[in-house]
């Protein structure tokens, strides 16, 4: 009889390459960034620090306990920004920085105000100074 392989065991198999895994945080992080579900885009960690070893082994590399690592990646709340990095590194990964442009997408479209509000107290006759005496 044929043995059937579930689909979380073909998951774990595919997130096993790094270069898979990658791409499979990268759309986890588009998703998150489309509708804001923080707890669906921890899934998706969830399922690479699985496949790449496990919590024990993604926390060592991270230089943190496990129980320190699950209970970020099982939280409803995003961890800083260095908090979230670090995990990443672990999973040899990093954040990057692209332009909404690159994906057909300007801050008009997605409702971001992008403008500079002037820093109070700040008058034209102030001069930057580049002596450092």
């Known amino acids: 009889m044929r043995k059937y392989r579930t689909w979380h065991e073909v ?3 595919d997130l096993a390459d790094p270069a898979e895994a990658i791409s499979y945080l990268d759309v986890s992080l588009e998703e998150y960034q489309m509708d804001g579900d923080i707890p669906f885009f921890y899934k998706g960690i969830r399922n690479v620090v699985e496949a790449q070893g496990g919590v024990a082994a993604i926390a060592k590399r ?5 129980e320190t690592l699950s209970k970020i990646l099982s939280s409803e709340e995003a961890p800083h920004l260095d908090t979230f990095a670090t995990i990443l590194k672990a999973l040899g990964c990093r954040l990057s920085i692209e332009p909404l442009k690159a994906e057909g997408c300007d801050a008009d479209r997605v409702d971001v105000d992008t403008s500079v509000a002037p820093i109070e107290g700040i008058t034209s006759e102030m001069v930057l100074s580049t002596d450092n005496k």
């Open 11 to 13: 998951l774990m198999e």
């Open 62 to 66: 991270a230089a943190m306990s496990p």
